[in-house]
């Protein structure tokens, strides 16, 4: 689909050659010479400009009052303003209005192509972003946190009143993996910023020169590679919502350049001299102790009490077990539709093993290991040796029976058994178990009957075999 430009400019030369030249480059041109012409044309419901290109005065009004009207109504719209008459007054009422940039006549066309390409992006990410929260309301609804653990209960009732709030800042913290980028999702799309942005950011991933200028955003020419004005992530969330994960990564000086901006709700490009004035609520998250990064520096104290209006804690897994019984049903069901496969049985050994893992990286690792079983499965049933669950951290070691009704094998983790003893015990166990079938004890521990009967007389488990007779 082509890009639509609309011009707005009563200058003939100039509007005819502007259209010409935007025409060869591709895209849908509309010239218009007069406010009232304009005015018209955007009261139409069918049209649906990328980029608006305008005359400051025209005959029969000012293009800022255009803006003024059409800009809320046009969110995925951009507004560049060319004028011969501009002076700072009017800058500074197009940028608080919204508008991408504003230029002086004559302006180089290579320098308007630059300013134009950049304004489309933009406007391609706006329109990105309202297409995808169409329908997020109800692919983040509050039941999206799936549990009916008491945890899982009082977290998804603090959802619900939280996301109908008028908060300007909360802090959701918890480990690594428990679900703060769903929750931060379920706030918004709940809430009444549903239908404005969700501008979404991980301070952990970028250096701090360019976090700064993500965050703020920057004028042409202010360093070094900035070829064009760039609208920071705190200004296209305007009006909608800021999630700045991992919050406690954000270095110290940029953390103060923030907290101005949430208390004087302005914030000021990097190399301009003018403020923009921002309107959003701020989800910040972390997986570290902010209290403990206060008392040793690295977090500013002012400004976790002011992201602190309220601090949701989401519990870890290992904290809500029960919820397996929903969580692995419904991401088996989605990694089954990705991957085109039918995993629908879990046997119980399966079922044990993951009840009886800590789980330290919580929902996102039982992800991870459901995604890779169901992508190498062969059958309908979850294949227990893709598992590949590292041993559990509440101090022991533990081997799960093949079902549920017998007892685990579990062994000290402080080194004081070694590696023959423990097999020697699970081997005599498992014959134990099934009354001395080395067939069957081969089965289960997936090796041979030949490397079973090896052990038996390596570990002399031979006594213990001979008392019921071998069973083949």
């Known amino acids: 689909m082509l890009d639509t430009i609309l011009i707005i400019e009563d200058e003939n030369l100039l509007g005819s050659e502007l259209q010409r030249h935007y025409l060869k480059l591709g895209y849908e041109v509309i010239w ?35 803006l003024e009207e059409y800009g809320p109504k046009m969110s995925s719209c951009e507004w560049i303003f060319l004028t011969g008459y501009g002076d700072i007054p009017d800058s500074v009422r197009a940028l608080r209005l919204g508008a991408f940039d504003f230029l002086t006549k004559p302006c180089p066309l290579e320098q308007l192509d630059l300013v134009i390409r950049s304004a489309l992006r ?26 009916n653990s008491k945890a899982a209960q009082q977290t998804r009732q603090l959802l619900q009143q939280l996301s109908q709030a008028p908060y300007t800042a909360l802090i959701l913290s918890g480990e690594t993996g428990t679900g703060k980028g769903l929750a931060a999702r379920i706030l918004h799309y709940n809430s009444s910023r549903a239908k404005e942005a969700l501008i979404e950011l991980n301070c952990a991933a970028l ?32 009006g909608g919502t ?9 270095p110290l000086d940029l953390q103060a350049k923030l907290l101005k901006a949430i208390e004087d709700r302005k914030i000021r490009r990097i190399g301009s001299e003018s403020e923009i004035a921002v309107d959003i609520q701020i989800i910040a998250a972390t997986n570290r102790n902010l209290q403990e990064d206060i008392n040793n520096g690295s977090f500013r104290a002012d400004l976790y009490h002011r992201l602190s209006v309220f601090e949701l804690r989401l519990p870890a897994l290992r904290e809500r077990l029960q919820d397996l019984h929903q969580l ?123 490397k079973i009967r090896y052990r038996i007389e390596k570990y002399q488990l031979r006594k213990s075999s001979s008392q019921q007779g071998e069973q083949l």
């Open 32 to 66: 218009l010479q007069s406010y009232t012409e304009a005015q018209r044309k955007l009261n139409s419901k069918k049209f649906d400009p990328s980029l608006i290109l305008s005359d400051l005065n025209l005959p029969d009004g000012n293009g800022l009052d255009l």
């Open 122 to 147: 933009s406007a391609h990410a706006q329109r990105r972003l309202q297409e995808k929260s169409k329908d997020a309301s109800q692919r983040y609804a509050l039941d999206t946190f799936v549990g």
């Open 207 to 238: 250096p701090k020169d360019l976090l700064e200028s993500e965050l703020f955003g920057h004028e042409a020419g202010a360093y070094t590679g900035a070829t064009s004005r760039h609208r920071g992530l705190i200004e296209q969330a305007n």
């Open 242 to 250: 800021l999630f700045l994960d991992e919050i406690g990564e954000m």
């Open 328 to 450: 692995v049903p419904e991401i088996i069901a989605e990694f089954n539709l990705k991957a085109g496969k039918n995993v629908s049985e879990i046997s119980p050994r399966v079922w044990n093993m993951l009840e009886h893992y800590q789980w330290p990286g919580n929902v996102r690792e039982l992800r991870n290991v459901l995604e890779r079983c169901v992508i190498l499965s062969t059958s309908s049933s979850l294949p227990e040796q893709w598992l590949q669950l590292q041993a559990s951290t509440a101090g022991s070691n533990c081997i799960s029976s093949p079902d549920t009704t017998a007892c685990d094998i579990c062994f000290p983790a402080d080194g004081s058994l070694g590696l023959d003893e423990m097999i020697s015990e699970i081997v005599q166990t498992m014959l134990k178990k099934y009354d001395n079938n080395v067939s069957e004890v081969a089965r289960v521990l997936k090796t041979t009957r030949e």
